[in-house]
């Protein structure tokens, strides 16, 4: 999963990235509104973390022109204290979620996990698939109650597989939202760090569709 944290604070923005880095996520920053809006509608982002006082350009129009131009991404905006018109004017804008500052930092990946679940229509913060179960609050992978030792790379891809499960994924969508925005990316390398990662989970869990991609499903495993 890929966030951008769009953040004028260096201290803040840092702790940020820091702790979402922590957790298993692909993080690129930005610290002006500019600059955030230009990530944000140029790369696919499957959260994204704005803060409403920005220099160059406020949250508010960064996120109003977002969803002008069509990009549905959950945003989760950070606001001041107390400030409950900047609350409202940014879900009128599109906010899907908010969190005040002072904040703490397990609110904020709390909040980042639910947006990211509800997303793609998962309840709960524990997926599963078949005998695979990703808790995404641990960011632990288990195959039949095994614990299995995954890489954060690893752990990425299985967690955006299971979050959007029963679907064909791309191998340049898994590239994009495995990787920040400095990656070289080669989609070929995908196609062998996909066979480590099924050689590591012991399933047949990750299926091949030929010429488009991968699939994660747990529908047909007779295990
Ligand atoms: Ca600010």
Redesign the pocket.
């Known amino acids: 999963m890929r966030i951008l944290v769009v953040?004028?604070?260096p201290d803040?923005n840092r702790q940020i990235v820091s702790a979402l880095n922590d957790a298993g996520y692909v993080v690129d920053a930005a610290s002006d509104g500019e600059e955030g809006h230009f990530l944000g509608d140029t790369e696919p982002y499957d959260c994204v973390i704005l803060?409403?006082?920005?220099?160059v350009m406020d949250?508010v129009s960064v996120l109003e022109a977002w969803r002008r131009e069509g990009h549905k991404m959950p945003v989760l905006i950070?606001t001041a204290r107390d400030r409950w018109s900047d609350k409202v004017a940014g879900f009128d804008a599109g906010a899907d979620d908010y969190v005040s500052k002072p904040f703490h930092m397990e609110e904020v990946l709390a909040r980042v996990r639910a947006l990211l679940r509800r997303n793609a229509g998962h309840a709960t913060s524990e997926l599963a698939c078949g005998m695979l179960m990703v808790d995404t609050k641990s960011a632990k992978v288990t195959v039949d109650g095994r614990a299995i030792k995954l890489t954060s790379l690893e752990y990425r891809l299985i967690a955006y597989l299971i979050h959007h499960q029963d679907r064909v994924v791309s191998r340049t969508e898994l590239v994009e939202h495995l990787y920040d925005q400095d990656f070289d990316r080669d989609s070929n390398t995908i196609e062998v760090f996909v066979g480590r990662v099924r050689k590591k989970i012991g399933t047949d869990l990750i299926e091949t569709v030929r010429g488009l991609g991968y699939r994660l499903s747990g529908s047909d495993e007779g295990a």
């Open positions: 953040e004028d604070d803040i803060d409403l006082g920005l220099p949250g950070l």
